[in-house]
């Protein structure tokens, strides 16, 4: 029930046009039943010994005219704005599936597929959009024409309207059988065009990779994998709708049969006139419409039903990372920021990937994190802007608890200039605004100066409107760097994280990336995450982490006099 009355929702804003278009469907269907009373009238005077008048002739088709233009305008309201209605209801579901996925923490999407997120986002969202029309549209539609043909049927005869009505119950206890096995086939479609959704992401993304190990043997051994899996399950539904579809042709079949076989009988003995006999027969194909209607309503039933389950499975796991009920906004940010006996772990059942962290960066402090890969050195910067939350103990900002500030607010003031540039596919200038959408081209060409990146910009050709391409491929390591530090240089936050930013640049890079980096970092809190050790040796402090937690903290000259585990790692790499 509380998935029937989440679906019922999204008709809330589409009230009038959702009842139009039911209105509009009964209107066509008792048009439909009125053609075979016509022509039960057409034939009786036919057959008649006084043969049919001019006027009879004139009237009825009048009649016939006007009931085809009311059919059109009819079908044409349900073919169009019934359609633009379910895809309307579509783009809401869509809408609503990509904002749920901007709450979602870090820790979800580690363990996501990408290819699987845009498949629910999309192929199945084609499915709940037939349903959202065609459902309510072929209900009203078969059950107008089914009741009312029995309404019909009935009065002219009464054995051969039982005749029918006895067939179709056991018609749609076989219907509904079988279209639960269709759901489950059309279920499990979708899970596999997801994993071949996911291999393909993975292995495009990768291309580079796969190309420069020449591996694309194994990309194609994994691709027939999941496709061939793909390939077995719409075998297995193709049998389901086979054996669906032509078991509901039988019932069909076997219907016109009896009423042919039962009307011949009745005929024969003066129950019933020939007239109605072609009365009944042009009936059964008014009511294999809406048997067909309510075959095709089952699959679009089943098929929109797997595709809005599994678009609330995604809604249904609930953000880990959410606003507290009474979170503030922060102002004023001076950049105070402290680590209280802080604990992470990535589960409740792993271990603990640090524990009982205690550090306190003063305003515009320059904090460097040193040690081996593993310790958590990403892992308690990200805790800052809380894109994981802390396991245990709290972090404060200007004595705020991080937990009670707006998520929105608490980011706006912190700035990530990451190991692992992401630019979006689009320009520069386009990559560099997005640190704030409202910058003027005067803003976003002086942060592009302060970052050092506004002299290679021009030497494109189309300079700050030069497409980059996905992810940045058309600029170097360096270039991307400085692009992604002009973007921090424009949201201008009082909190700066520098992951690794330098550790994969080539020298000169590393030297014009580290100038850009310290004019970004004057007057702001600022934690450096260092794996070039040359790069922190003017930091304020140094923290030295350890899988024990803190190991050492100092300056650089302190430490290295030291001698410990600090002087250990600068030696290691400098000899």
């Given amino acids: 029930m509380n998935k029937l009355n989440r679906f019922l929702a999204y008709y809330k804003p589409y009230k009038k046009v959702l009842f139009a278009d039911l209105f509009f469907a009964a209107l066509a269907s008792v048009t439909v039943l009125a053609y075979p009373m016509l022509v039960n009238q057409i034939t009786t005077h036919a057959i008649s010994d006084e043969g049919i008048t001019t006027d009879l002739v004139i009237k009825m088709v009048g009649i016939f005219l006007f009931l085809m233009v009311v059919e059109y305008i009819s079908n044409f309201y ?48 084609l499915d709940i ?133 039962v009307g011949a009988i009745l005929v024969s003995n003066n129950q019933l006139l020939l007239t109605e006999l072609i009365t009944f027969l042009l009936y059964i194909n008014t009511l294999i419409d809406p048997v067909r209607r309510v075959v095709n309503f089952t699959k679009n039933l089943q098929g929109g039903v797997a595709g809005f389950e599994r678009f609330m499975e995604i809604l249904a796991v609930k953000p880990d990372i959410t606003d507290a009920k009474a979170a503030i906004e922060l102002s004023h940010v001076k950049g105070k920021v402290e680590f209280v006996n802080v604990g992470f772990q990535y589960a409740s059942d792993s271990n603990y990937v640090f524990s009982h962290v205690h550090i306190t960066a003063n305003p515009g402090e320059y904090v460097a994190l040193v040690g081996s890969s593993g310790v958590g050195k990403t892992t308690l910067c990200s805790l800052i802007p809380r894109f994981y939350e802390t396991s245990e103990g709290t972090i404060h900002i200007d004595g705020i608890d991080i937990k009670t500030i707006k998520l929105k607010s608490l980011r706006d003031h912190i700035g990530h200039v990451q190991q692992d540039v992401y630019l979006f596919a689009g320009t520069i200038k386009e990559n560099i605004i997005y640190g704030k959408p409202d910058a003027t081209e005067e803003e976003v060409i002086e942060a592009a100066k302060h970052a050092n990146a506004h002299e290679f910009i021009m030497g494109f050709p189309e300079g700050y409107n030069a497409y980059i391409g996905q992810r940045g491929v058309k600029l170097s390591g360096g270039q991307k760097q400085r692009i992604s530090i002009a973007r921090v240089f424009l949201k201008n ?64 000259d302190h430490l290295l006099k030291k001698n410990g585990l600090y002087a250990r790692f600068y030696n290691l790499q400098f000899n």
């Fill in 78 to 125: 349900t073919d169009y704005f019934g359609h633009a209605m379910g895809a309307k209801m579509e783009s809401d579901m869509r809408n609503d599936l990509f904002q749920h996925f901007q709450k979602l923490s870090f820790q979800y999407y580690d363990n996501a597929r990408t290819g699987e997120l845009m498949s629910r986002t999309t192929t199945d969202l």
């Fill in 129 to 261: 959009s037939e349903l959202a029309h065609h459902g309510p549209e072929d209900t009203v539609i078969s059950l107008v024409r089914i009741i009312g043909s029995f309404f019909i049927l009935a009065s002219i005869n009464g054995i051969l309207t039982l005749t029918i009505f006895l067939i179709l119950p056991i018609m749609f206890i076989f219907a509904y059988h079988y279209s639960i096995k269709v759901k489950d086939a059309l279920k499990k479609n979708k899970e596999r065009i997801a994993d071949i959704n996911s291999q393909l992401e993975d292995s495009l993304a990768g291309i580079r990779v796969v190309q420069s190990f020449a591996n694309e043997d194994i990309e194609m051994d994994k691709f027939r994998s999941s496709n061939g899996r793909f390939l077995e399950s719409r075998k297995h539904g193709y049998l389901v709708e086979a054996l669906f579809f032509n078991g509901l042709t039988g019932f069909i079949s076997f219907m016109n049969i009896a009423v042919v076989i």
């Fill in 493 to 556: 936050p009082s909190i700066l994280i520098f992951d690794e930013a330098t550790s994969a640049l080539d020298n000169e890079s590393e030297q014009i990336v580290q100038e850009s980096f310290e004019q970004l970092a004057k007057n702001r809190t600022t934690f450096v995450i260092a794996h070039r050790l040359s790069t922190i040796k003017k930091a304020d402090r140094i923290i030295v982490l350890s899988e024990q937690g803190i190991a050492e903290e100092g300056t650089h």
